[in-house]
């Protein structure tokens, strides 16, 4: 792939800028000038003082653009090379890329009739009984079978398990043991009393995880960005794209550390930092054969696999023993499942939670909140639900603006901020402070105070994996960072959650977003950070929407007091 970039303007080298030299002949002119400088200076820095103690104290990021940007320059040039990973990165990016490589191996297939199907595989409970005691473990064991009823001697099929009693508003996911020859064991705890319905969905066939695998790594052309260059008063529109493959000139985004870059087709005689706005729409175009895109037509995505199956009853067989757990924190084990969902409420498995006091919750407290839309859904619940939190205005527009709301009388500090590129979005968003999320961490003090709250994944679905995986090792190296200088900081990583099962499968699926789900799982499980299972929480209550209804963002939130209260 062929990167032809712009040549970058070495701020080290100052040679490159010309002062012009003012030459006076008269010495009271020169005085004059020196006294007048005196005096700029004095007035300039009690402006900044003053102006520094006002944003101190909102402690708002403010972003001074720390994107470097390649730029025209009358100094002689010099070729950038591509952005690649930092060399120390690369062994852990192919140690992942590997093991899901081995978790979805090939899978072609010459006939739709060759693929799993749902109707004609077999499902069976391990040792029924008419009734179950609250607390049991229900089996049931699935052998796989084709369309033709042959069966399945390999697995690698996306399966989704959940059970639900919708009168008592109650749903737990299932735990799937794949056995990679066509069998499954699925595995429901029987959290609750009552009448409960068992549902194991065919999300996707292997063959169809096979496909989607391969056509997600094979291009990053799935989505065209459109950056607006401002020239005068004149607005100018170009492509742009994490990666071109194209002999045009172009302008590069870099993020000098990480080495993390984005990538814009240079318009004539407009200077590459004159980029100040972002739009983006979906392109027609599909790396799946024709045969393979019918695996993804809507009939054949989520098809239930326990239609004939009737609801169980589960009673209280015994006098309860309620386990005493302690309180759910920072470093809790996640498990499958991670919990279920009692009257609408949250129930993790391995903590308990408290309801907790919003105001009182967060008086005195910084909390930070970064990445996509799903994390700005918390922003809204916040001022929805606090009426003392008072919104700032930033003086931006749109939906993906930075977000500040405080609550002066409590010392409560709440913001929002978007991630930066890929950030997937119709309407136009501005790129003049977009920021590397791993750069947002480094420049922040942290103190026992301050909260982080990590999301991102929903716009990383339609690109290769290594583009996800880089940046979340990226982040993991900053939270590091930020946790030795400042171990009293609090870092929440709340996970991707699910969404619609039958749109755009190639681009946005759910698989995608599981694999990112294990990924994000598997970076961060040797650091000190809070987990927020957003994905089985989502699968538990049954929502199928990228942004979860208002009683899934509160229950999100109330773990997350439970971590800092």
Same mark, same amino acid.
């Given at each position: 792939m062929t990167r032809n970039l712009e040549t970058s303007l070495d701020t080290s080298k100052l040679a490159c800028f010309r002062i012009p030299i003012m030459k006076t002949a008269v010495a009271s002119r020169r005085s004059l000038l020196v006294l007048s400088l005196i005096l700029a200076s004095l007035i300039t820095f009690t402006v900044f003082q003053n102006s520094t103690k006002i944003w101190t104290s909102f402690k708002f990021p403010i972003s001074l653009q720390l994107w470097n940007v390649t730029? %025209?320059?009358?100094?002689?040039?010099? !070729?950038?090379? @591509?952005?690649?990973?930092?060399?120390?990165?690369?062994?852990?990016?192919? %140690?992942?890329?590997?093991?899901?490589? !081995?978790?979805? @191996?090939?899978?072609?297939f010459t006939h739709m009739t060759t693929t799993t199907s749902a109707k004609h595989s077999r499902a069976v409970i391990l040792n029924p009984q008419d009734s179950y005691c609250k607390g049991d473990q229900l089996d049931i064991l699935l052998e796989m079978r084709d369309h033709l009823?042959?069966?399945?001697?390999?697995?690698?099929?996306?399966?989704r398990a959940r059970m639900s009693s919708p009168a008592l508003k109650a749903g737990a996911s299932g735990k799937?043991?794949?056995?990679?020859?066509?069998?499954?064991?699925?595995?429901?705890?029987?959290f609750w009393e009552g009448q409960v319905s068992l549902s194991v969905m065919l999300i996707h066939p292997s063959e169809g995880v096979s496909a989607l695998w391969r056509a997600r790594n094979q291009g990053y052309d799935r989505v065209i960005f459109t950056g607006q260059f401002l020239s005068g008063t004149t607005k100018v529109y170009s492509d742009c794209a994490l990666a071109f493959n194209s002999s045009a000139e172009l302008c590069q985004y870099l993020d000098a550390q990480d080495q993390e870059a984005f990538y814009c087709v240079k318009p004539p005689h407009i200077p590459c930092a004159a980029l100040t706005h972002m739009y983006s729409k979906n392109k027609d175009v599909s790396y799946l054969s024709?045969?393979?895109?019918?695996?993804?037509?809507?009939?054949?995505?989520?098809?239930?696999?326990?239609?004939?199956?009737k609801p169980i009853n589960v009673s209280k067989c015994k006098e309860e023993i309620v386990p005493v757990k302690e309180k759910c924190k920072p470093g809790t084990r996640l498990t499958i499942p991670s919990g279920h969902v009692w009257q609408n409420t949250w129930n993790p498995v391995s903590c308990s939670l408290a309801q907790v006091n919003m105001k009182d919750c967060l008086r005195g407290k910084f909390i930070y909140l970064i990445g996509d839309s799903t994390i700005r859904q918390w922003m809204e619940y916040f001022k929805s639900s606090i009426d003392t939190l008072k919104p700032v205005d930033l003086h931006e527009f749109g939906k993906l603006k930075h977000q500040l709301a405080v609550d002066l009388d409590r010392n409560i500090n709440i913001q929002w901020q978007k991630h930066s590129y890929p950030l997937i979005g119709s309407l136009v968003y501005s790129v003049k402070e977009m920021e590397n999320m791993a750069r947002v961490i480094d420049r922040t003090g942290g103190e026992k105070n301050t909260f982080i709250v990590i999301s991102l994944g929903q716009h990383f679905r339609p690109f290769p994996i290594n583009v996800f995986i880089r940046r979340a090792l990226n982040i993991h190296k900053a939270v590091q960072r930020l946790l030795l200088r400042s171990p009293d900081t609090v870092v929440i990583i709340k996970t991707e959650n699910t969404r619609e099962m039958h749109s755009d499968v190639e681009r946005f699926g759910n698989f995608?977003?599981?694999?990112?789900?294990?990924?994000?799982k598997d970076i961060f499980e040797d650091l000190h950070v809070g987990i927020i299972d957003a994905w089985d929480i989502t699968v538990a209550y049954g929502t199928n929407d990228v942004h979860p209804p208002q009683y899934v963002v509160g229950n999100e939130i109330n773990i997350f007091l439970n971590y800092i209260c």
């Open positions: 730029r %025209e320059s009358s100094c002689p040039k010099a !070729q950038l090379n @591509p952005a690649v990973s930092p060399a120390n990165m690369e062994p852990r990016v192919k %140690e992942i890329i590997g093991k899901l490589n !081995q978790m979805i @191996p090939p899978r072609p009823g042959h069966r399945k001697e390999y697995g690698g099929d996306f399966l799937v043991t794949d056995f990679n020859n066509g069998t499954y064991l699925v595995s429901f705890t029987l024709k045969q393979e895109r019918s695996l993804f037509e809507r009939s054949n995505v989520g098809v239930e696999i326990l239609e004939k199956f995608h977003g599981y694999i990112q789900y294990l990924v994000i």
